[in-house]
C-alpha cells in the first residue's frame, strides 16, 4: 500500500514539475514577446497567440489527466470527454478569433492600436 502512494506521489509532483515548466515559458513569453512571433500573423492572429492557445490547452490536458484521474477510466470515456472538450475550445477560439478580427476592422478608424 505504501509503495503506491509513494508512486502516486512521485506521479503528481513530475506533473506539477511539467506544469511549472510550461507555466513558466508562458510567462517568458508574454514578458519578452519576440518579434518574430508577436508581428507573424497566421489564422487571423499573431503565431505568439497560438502558443498560448497551445500551451494551455496541454496544461488543462494535463490537469484533467492527472489530478482528476481521468488516465484510469474507460477508453470510450475518455475519448467522449477530450473530443467533446476539443471541439467545444474549437469552436470557442474560432468565433473568437472571427469577433475579434471584426472589432479591429471596425474600431481601427477610431482607435489607435498600440503594437
Given at each position: 500500500?505504501a509503495?503506491?502512494?509513494?508512486?502516486?506521489?512521485?506521479?503528481?509532483?513530475?506533473?506539477f514539475?511539467f506544469?511549472?515548466?510550461?507555466?513558466?515559458v508562458?510567462?517568458?513569453?508574454?514578458?519578452?514577446k519576440?518579434?518574430?512571433?508577436?508581428?507573424?500573423?497566421?489564422?487571423?492572429?499573431?503565431?505568439?497567440?497560438?502558443?498560448?492557445?497551445?500551451?494551455?490547452?496541454?496544461?488543462?490536458?494535463?490537469?484533467?489527466?492527472?489530478f482528476?484521474?481521468?488516465e484510469?477510466?474507460?477508453?470510450w470515456?475518455?475519448?467522449?470527454?477530450v473530443w467533446?472538450?476539443?471541439?467545444?475550445?474549437?469552436?470557442l477560439?474560432?468565433?473568437?478569433?472571427?469577433?475579434?478580427?471584426?472589432?479591429?476592422?471596425t474600431?481601427?478608424?477610431?482607435?489607435?492600436?498600440?503594437?
Amino acid at each position: 500500500m505504501a509503495h503506491a502512494q509513494e508512486s502516486h506521489t512521485k506521479r503528481i509532483w513530475i506533473v506539477f514539475g511539467f506544469l511549472c515548466i510550461i507555466t513558466m515559458v508562458e510567462v517568458a513569453l508574454g514578458i519578452v514577446k519576440p518579434e518574430g512571433l508577436y508581428f507573424t500573423q497566421f489564422l487571423g492572429t499573431s503565431l505568439l497567440n497560438w502558443i498560448f492557445i497551445i500551451l494551455t490547452l496541454v496544461k488543462a490536458y494535463y490537469i484533467v489527466w492527472a489530478f482528476m484521474h481521468l488516465e484510469g477510466e474507460k477508453k470510450w470515456f475518455r475519448r467522449a470527454i477530450v473530443w467533446t472538450v476539443v471541439f467545444l475550445i474549437s469552436y470557442l477560439v474560432t468565433l473568437l478569433l472571427i469577433e475579434g478580427g471584426y472589432l479591429f476592422e471596425t474600431l481601427a478608424p477610431l482607435v489607435k492600436w498600440d503594437y
